[in-house]
């Protein structure tokens, strides 16, 4: 360990010790999400969502990836999923970390509301 990874972990480490960003990542650790479905989890406005989401983003934490018309966000630190595993209990025992999107009600996201999407294409 280097002085450099010590501060590596204690930004990251940092940036996880806050509620709404650990139910953020315990989503985006199951699937990549967009913003509009992290809105509907959180029950929060846009613009607090999106503060969040730049704060993981700066710290490495998360990525974005555009798809069609919407920006998904995912975990792209291996380490940071690692703790989370540790912290927030496994998620991959069963069927992987691909395919345990959870729906919202209400969340008009094309993961929640595909069909309401393709009536309105
Ligand atoms: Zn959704």
Same mark, same amino acid.
């Given at each position: 360990?280097t002085?450099?990874?010590?501060k590596s972990?204690?930004a990251?480490?940092?940036v996880?010790a806050h509620p709404?960003?650990?139910?953020?990542l315990d989503?985006?650790?199951?699937?990549?999400?967009?913003?509009?479905? *992290?809105e509907? +989890?959180?029950?929060?406005?846009? /613009?607090?969502?999106?503060?969040?989401l @730049?704060l993981? %983003?700066?710290?490495? !934490?998360?990525?974005?990836e555009?798809q069609?018309?919407?920006?998904f966000?995912?975990v792209?630190?291996?380490q940071? *999923?690692?703790? +989370?595993?540790?912290m927030?209990? /496994?998620?991959?025992?069963?069927?992987? @970390?691909?395919? %345990?999107?959870e729906p !919202?009600?209400?969340?008009?996201?094309p993961?929640?509301?595909?069909v309401?999407?393709?009536?309105?294409?």
């Open positions: 360990m002085e450099n990874d010590y972990i204690g990251r480490l940092k996880l709404e960003r650990l139910r953020i989503a985006l650790r199951r699937e990549p999400e967009c913003v509009c479905h *992290l509907a +989890l959180l029950g929060k406005p846009q /613009p607090y969502v999106s503060q969040q @730049r993981l %983003r700066e710290a490495g !934490v998360i990525c974005d555009k069609g018309q919407n920006v966000y995912r792209c630190d291996a940071v *999923l690692a703790w +989370l595993d540790v927030l209990g /496994p998620v991959n025992a069963v069927r992987g @970390r691909q395919g %345990r999107h !919202v009600a209400e969340c008009n996201c993961k929640c509301a595909p309401i999407l393709s009536l309105a294409a």
